[in-house]
């Protein structure tokens, strides 16, 4: 089975928790209807059925997923000049 990229995954998951809390305290109909398209999207994305367990998956998956890579150098101008072509 693919696995989805950790970084989608974890906005996935993020979006969904943060919705879900937001949905549970006040219950909008856009957010409700996000709360289900992100709820479908997990489930799918985990091959599962259920978004607690779709949850429960993308956690372990998103723990066992190597760390981020940083940038280790600086970009640096050089000072030089690109040389442009002349007008025809």
Do not use: F, N
């Not at 989608?8 to 937001?22: F, H, T």
């Not at 709820?39 to 760390?67: F, I």
């Amino acid at each position: 089975m693919l696995r989805p990229h950790p970084a989608v995954l974890r906005r996935l998951v993020d979006e969904y928790e943060a919705l879900s809390a937001a949905v549970a305290a006040s219950e909008p109909a856009d957010l409700c209807t996000r709360v289900h398209d992100l709820a479908y999207t997990l489930c799918v994305s985990t091959g599962t059925r259920d978004v607690e367990r779709a949850l429960k998956v993308a956690h372990q998956w998103l723990a066992a997923a190597p760390a981020p890579a940083r940038e280790t150098t600086t970009p640096t101008i050089t000072g030089r000049r690109m040389a442009t072509p002349e007008p025809a």
